[in-house]
């Protein structure tokens, strides 16, 4: 069987992992901070703070941005519910705006648009997605919010690694507030489960931390009470969402592998274009330059109505013959945490529903050989015209 994904761990993972282990610290420990150092080194910020997810780091992007629910959470539907979960415990109403059907990321003309509505209640949240790697352009996002209340918050949990036309990493918050990385294993690297929130805020830093450690704050400049060498403050009732030292350690292993990991997916993701390109009922997602994405994902968009096919048979038939594919995502309104409170909305997101569809992703991994993409290839069309 070959999955749409897969870690790939090394014997130099294991060993670290297995170091930490054998350390007197195996939580809260030096090697997450390790890890916090390099991924903002790289990335360009001068902050970053790890946690046990990224949906973790979203809900503490929106804890330290203050969110409340007067506020509007503007965003794409083409998403993880990680994406709206923190706006959502805060009571935000999320606002979704239609995509670009054609490289799965939000359309910045509509996004400008929804931009131009000012509340006299709240402020906008806008949560723009790096969707499959490919960047949203941020400066032109940055530039179109005239509101300074408004608050930016990337989801680049598919992104690490890729870099905006300028040549600055996603992560280093030129354009944002903050940059919410995920490490789950289906990710770039993985650290098990994990995810990080960059920023260049010293005071976003500090409630993000705060967030993290149960609402705990320990440094006595802001303490509200008394002070004493044993003294701490808890200031909020959070919870605990911290990286243990045995996940950082695999992150900070799987990190140096980091350009070698890019490298093979743009690789195989070229290697699928060319294999494909003749395919009339395939497209693949518009991408401006291809060596500035770190693919998270291989999604192509199938004509499955001109080919008198729907997806559920496709991606029966392909599992049926070890190939393994998935669909990234299901729009968020169609779900019933949303359509519970809300009409039936899907006329207002014809793009949306039109990637959703075409969309299939098809498997893309470290591991993944050229032999296995010519077997997938295969083994697609075959199921295109016998299916």
């Not at 098990?192 to 705060?210: D, I, K």
């Amino acid at each position: 069987m070959i999955p749409y994904a897969k870690q790939s761990i090394s014997r130099e993972d294991i060993k670290a992992v297995t170091e930490v282990l054998k350390r007197d610290f195996i939580t809260r420990g030096p090697v997450v901070k390790e890890f916090e150092e390099e991924i903002s080194s790289y990335c360009g910020s001068k902050f970053a703070v790890a946690f046990n997810s990224a949906t973790s780091g979203l809900i503490a992007a929106c804890y330290a941005g203050e969110v409340t629910p007067n506020d509007r959470l503007i965003t794409s539907p083409n998403t993880f519910i990680g994406t709206v979960a923190g706006g959502y415990y805060k009571g935000a109403e999320p606002v979704f705006v239609d995509i670009d059907h054609l490289t799965g990321n939000i359309d910045l003309d509509l996004l400008k648009f929804s931009s131009e509505y000012t509340s006299s209640r709240g402020k906008n949240v806008y949560i723009p997605v790096h969707f499959s790697g490919i960047p949203v352009d941020m400066k032109k996002v940055e530039g179109m919010i005239t509101d300074p209340n408004s608050i930016i918050v990337e989801d680049a949990a598919h992104a690490l690694g890729s870099r905006y036309s300028d040549g600055s990493k996603v992560g280093s918050c030129k354009w944002s507030d903050m940059t919410v990385f995920s490490f789950h294993p289906a990710k770039n690297i993985t650290s098990g489960e994990g995810g990080v929130v960059t920023t260049n805020s010293e005071h976003l830093y500090r409630l993000l931390c705060q967030f993290r450690d149960n609402g705990i704050v320990r440094d006595p400049k802001y303490f509200i009470g008394q002070n004493s060498a044993c003294y701490y403050e808890v200031q909020d009732v959070t919870g605990n969402y911290h990286m243990t030292d045995i996940h950082a350690a695999l992150g900070l292993s799987q990190f140096k592998r980091l350009d070698l990991f890019g490298n093979k997916r743009r690789e195989l993701v070229q290697l699928y274009r060319e294999l494909l390109k003749d395919e009339e009922s395939i497209q693949f997602l518009e991408v401006d330059n291809h060596d500035d994405v770190m693919y998270h994902l291989c999604v192509v968009l199938i004509d499955f109505g001109s080919l008198g096919l729907t997806k559920s048979e496709v991606m029966v038939s392909l599992k049926e013959q070890g190939v393994g594919t998935q669909v990234h995502y299901i729009p968020l309104y169609r779900h019933p945490f949303f359509t519970k409170g809300h009409r039936q909305v899907d006329q207002y997101f014809p793009e949306m529903e039109k990637y959703y569809d075409r969309c299939l992703s098809l498997p893309l991994y470290y591991d993944l050989t050229e032999k296995d993409v010519k077997k997938v290839v295969k083994t697609l069309k075959k199921v295109l015209q016998n299916c």
